[in-house]
């Protein structure tokens, strides 16, 4: 699993591989999955520096710091 974050963009992708294989008596049944699959968003305010991920019990908890960004609105009195 591979989570990255390039310049506002949170791509969270993952490859699975798996083998299986069964003897009997007269065959050997073997099998092959291969995927993958990627999602990704886009996180305007995302501060680069504290992001952390946890898989626990089949979940994905990732938590992205917010960037503190200076409010640039005026107000203007109305006469």
Excluded: C, Q
Excluded at 29 to 50: F, V
Excluded at 53 to 61: F, M, Q, R, T, Y
């Amino acid at each position: 699993m591979n989570v990255e974050l390039n310049d506002g963009k949170l791509m969270i992708s993952i490859t699975r591989d798996e083998n299986s294989e069964s003897k009997k008596k007269n065959f050997i049944h073997r099998e092959r999955r291969y995927s993958s699959m990627s999602r990704s968003i886009y996180l305007e305010d995302a501060k680069p520096d504290g992001i952390k991920a946890k898989l626990e019990n089949g979940l994905l908890k990732v938590v992205v710091p917010k960037e503190e960004k200076p409010n640039n609105s005026i107000t203007i009195d109305v006469e």
